[in-house]
């Protein structure tokens, strides 16, 4: 029969002592931590979200990123939600800091659930308030707004997935189609004749830069003859001395830019012009109307008639003129005629001149006295 080892006061004192360490030491720890504030007045802030997201007691709290207490409680709100993204579904419970709680907390911060790293530890940030803000008294709700969600990033990323894999496989077709020698940079790559043309293509660019690395040509002449880059440089000095005369007020150009007489004067021309330009829209809407002379001359078949018929009449007689019928007509081909006009033309020269010469012979005045 085994017997039973006597327990003496010292190992009962041991004993008391290693648990009461133990005691302390796991009291300290959670002191430290913040899971137990035994010396420090406990100061709750509360605040109602849609979902907590893996949010659990002990859970940092942080103002503007730093640490000021942590979650003692998670729990269901009293009340139902009136639909399931309702705000007032859970209600988180937060032992802060109260000093902290009372210089920085504010009506107007706001609580955010957030995370340490994409897939780390909840936290719950509160913006720090403003002076527009009044102080918050222990137990008081804070304003919350919807933090970021791992499964909201997920469903998000789906989509840009799916284009994603989409776009992989339009390339893997396009690759495909490439190696097959189709579309153009297919043929590019296959054909030996497109490759031969660019290849002559490059030649020729190198024979162009050649060309014109000696002067020869438009371009090289340009680039290398000093004479025209001579010749360019007066011109752009001209340019140059013509907007200075422009910006002075000299010369037409400048005078119809600075002055305002000319430039008057230049709209009253213009106007003119425009009122002009409407009295003949006026006369050519009267003319095609067939109002006045010229109008009736363009749209009257009667005044076209009769012009017809009077142009018909000077034909005939022309051709009546041309056959030498008629005193026109013997005028213009009877040779004898013309002889006799002209002798008489002679003669009354003739007599022109002696008349002149000698008056008086033809001049006789007669005086008779009873």
């Not at 709100?77 to 902290?100: G, Q, S």
């Not at 005193?327 to 001149?353: C, K, M, P």
Request: glycine share 8%.
């Amino acid at each position: 029969m085994a017997t039973r080892k006597k327990v003496t006061l010292a190992d009962l004192k041991v004993g008391i002592l290693v648990l009461a360490s133990l005691a302390f030491l796991i009291f300290m720890i959670l002191t430290a931590s913040g899971g137990i504030a035994l010396f420090e007045e406990e100061f709750i802030v509360k605040a109602r979200v849609a979902e907590v997201d893996g949010l659990i007691p002990g859970n940092e709290v942080r103002l503007a990123g730093y640490r000021i207490g942590n979650v003692k409680e998670v729990r269901f709100a009293p009340e139902l939600p009136d639909r399931p993204e309702d705000p007032n579904t859970i209600e988180i419970i937060m032992r802060v800091d109260p000093k902290v709680a009372r210089e920085r907390i504010r009506s107007d911060s706001v609580v955010t659930l957030g995370s340490i790293g994409l897939l780390g530890d909840k936290v719950v940030e509160i913006t720090p308030g403003t002076k527009h803000g009044a102080p918050i008294q222990n137990g008081a709700y804070l304003r919350s707004t919807p933090g970021t969600n791992i499964r909201k990033i997920i469903s998000g990323v789906d989509p840009l997935i799916a284009d994603l894999a989409d776009t992989a496989e339009q390339i893997k077709r396009l690759v495909a189609g490439v190696n097959e020698g189709r579309g153009t940079l297919g043929k590019l790559i296959r054909d030996p004749k497109l490759y031969q043309d660019i290849d002559r293509t490059v030649l020729e660019a190198q024979e162009l830069v050649r060309r014109i690395r000696e002067g020869e040509g438009t371009v090289g002449k340009l680039i290398n003859d000093p004479t025209l880059y001579m010749d360019l440089k007066r011109t752009l000095t001209r340019l140059e001395q013509l907007t200075r005369d422009l910006r002075e007020g000299q010369g037409t150009i400048a005078r119809l830019i600075r002055e305002p007489e000319l430039y008057e004067k230049l709209d009253r021309t213009m106007t003119r012009l425009d009122e002009i330009a409407a009295r003949v829209d006026v006369i050519a809407a009267r003319i095609e109307r067939g109002e006045g002379t010229i109008g009736r001359l363009i749209n009257d078949p009667t005044l076209h008639e009769e012009t017809k018929a009077t142009i018909t009449n000077i034909k005939n007689i022309t051709e009546r003129m041309d056959n030498g019928e008629g005193t026109f007509g013997a005028l213009l081909h009877d040779r004898q005629l013309y002889n006799n006009l002209n002798a008489l033309s002679s003669e009354l020269v003739r007599l022109i001149y002696d008349f002149r010469q000698n008056p008086g012979r033809f001049l006789r005045i007669k005086v008779s006295l009873f």
